[in-house]
Nanobody
Framework: QVQLRESGGGLVQPGGSLRLSCKAS????????MGWYRQAPGKQRELVAT???????IYADSVKGRFTISRDNARKTVSLQMDNLRPEDTALYYC???????????????WGQGTQVTVAS
């Protein structure tokens, strides 16, 4: 019904940069918040950043000043520019969005399959 496809993960050295992208497709009547979450081994999934349909952003304290989230409503994409990466940023990064698939739908959260980000020298 709704599909999210992530791209852009990989291996990078500390201090390096990566850009994650996520494209939504399917029954997209209204796309509400879009965001990125991450889960490191042995830890719970945590919020990284979200962006509302009108551009308001929220960031985890640990990534403020280093990561930038953006969205393109026409292309139905959300991106995460990650700069000055640290080893503790290593995790599986998930794209998520809240979507109304028809008029009157309250909206549901959808998740991508995740893309691995590894920060190591």
């Amino acid at each position: 019904q709704v599909q999210l496809r992530e791209s852009g993960g990989g291996l990078v050295q500390p201090g390096g940069s990566l850009r994650l992208s996520c494209k939504a497709s399917g029954a997209l009547f209204v796309i509400n918040d879009m965001g990125w979450y991450r889960q490191a081994p042995g830890k719970q999934r945590e919020l990284v950043a979200t962006v509302s349909s009108d551009g308001r952003t929220i960031y985890a304290d640990s990534v403020k000043g280093r990561f930038t989230i953006s969205r393109d409503n026409a292309r139905k994409t959300v991106s995460l520019q990650m700069d000055n990466l640290r080893p503790e940023d290593t995790a599986l990064y998930y794209c998520s969005t809240n979507v109304q698939t028809f008029r009157g739908d309250r909206g549901n959260d959808y998740w991508g399959q995740g893309t691995q980000v590894t920060v190591a020298s």
